[in-house]
């Protein structure tokens, strides 16, 4: 692989990426980052063998930008890149709520810009990506940003308009099941069980029924039937699940998340 590719703004999903490219194959010397502290930089230097450089460097040189700053940075930052960005750079942006057209309109006419909302199970190469292509990205484009995330999990291409949707289930969907795990483990811990084997239950339960999800080929609905025994214990506990509308929250949650992402894509917090 001789193409250069720069993550500016290197915080955790960046350094993920980072890592799971070169477990992937790309070599440490064609991949640049950017921070904002010098000895965030150099820690990146030292642990990865990547080339710090600066965000007008990084514009100059790299032939794919990843950006990867906060929402609320990505005004700022194109700003600075502008004047040095060529139009066949390949932008990657992975802001939550902010549209291709965004960068479209403040870089030069004509540069590709695919958008991709990822998630923090990159950390351990178990991400869900989603890629959406923006008016001048080529099938070229997204075939490269699916090998870039691909490294880290798994990728999916989404027409733009579902990307808040998107958001909304699996950019914040592992906060869902982290706080699901938080309330079992304290209901464990009321029902008499230690937290570490509460915790250890609970997580192992997860991983097993995911694993199922993921390989049974069968409807959820017929999974936890297989579990749900006449008058036995598991439809006692459905029972007082509907009972306190926890199916009626989850889905009014995930509106509320994906109006949120509305919002940032609105430009109404981004500048």
């Not at 600075?80 to 060529?86: D, G, M, R, S």
């Not at 351990?124 to 490269?144: K, Q």
């Not at 009014?252 to 109404?268: K, M, P, V």
Request: proline share 5%; net charge negative; charged share 20%.
């Amino acid at each position: 692989m001789t193409q250069k590719v720069a993550v500016l703004g290197t915080g955790k999903i960046g350094e993920a990426l980072l890592s799971g490219m070169i477990r992937g194959g790309w070599a440490p010397a064609d991949l640049l980052v950017t921070a904002r502290r010098a000895e965030r930089a150099e820690e990146l230097r030292t642990r990865y063998g990547v080339t710090p450089v600066t965000n007008a460097e990084a514009a100059k040189t790299a032939d794919t930008l990843i950006l990867t700053v906060k929402p609320q940075d990505m005004g700022t930052l194109l700003d600075e890149l502008a004047p040095h960005v060529p139009a066949d750079r390949l932008v990657i942006s992975g802001a939550a709520g902010i549209p291709t057209s965004f960068f479209e309109s403040r870089l030069a006419a004509g540069t590709p810009v695919v958008r991709v909302m990822t998630n923090t199970p990159a950390l351990v190469d178990e991400a869900m990506s989603v890629i959406s292509a923006g008016s001048h990205a080529s099938e070229a484009d997204l075939a490269h940003a699916e090998e870039i995330f691909g490294a880290v999990g798994k990728t999916l291409r989404v027409p733009e308009g579902q990307q808040d949707a998107c958001t909304a289930l699996s950019g914040s969907g592992p906060a869902y099941f982290f706080y699901l795990v938080e309330a079992m483990t304290d209901a464990g811990i009321l029902l008499g069980l230690p937290r570490d084997k509460a915790h250890d239950l609970i997580v192992q339960s997860a991983i097993g029924a995911a694993t199922m999800l993921r390989d049974s080929g069968e409807h959820p609905v017929k999974l936890r039937e297989n579990v749900t025994s006449p008058a036995g214990t598991t439809i006692n506990a459905i029972r007082e699940l509907e009972n306190h509308g926890v199916r009626a929250a989850l889905i009014a949650a995930l509106e509320a998340a994906r109006d949120r992402s509305r919002e940032l894509a609105s430009g109404s917090n981004i500048k």
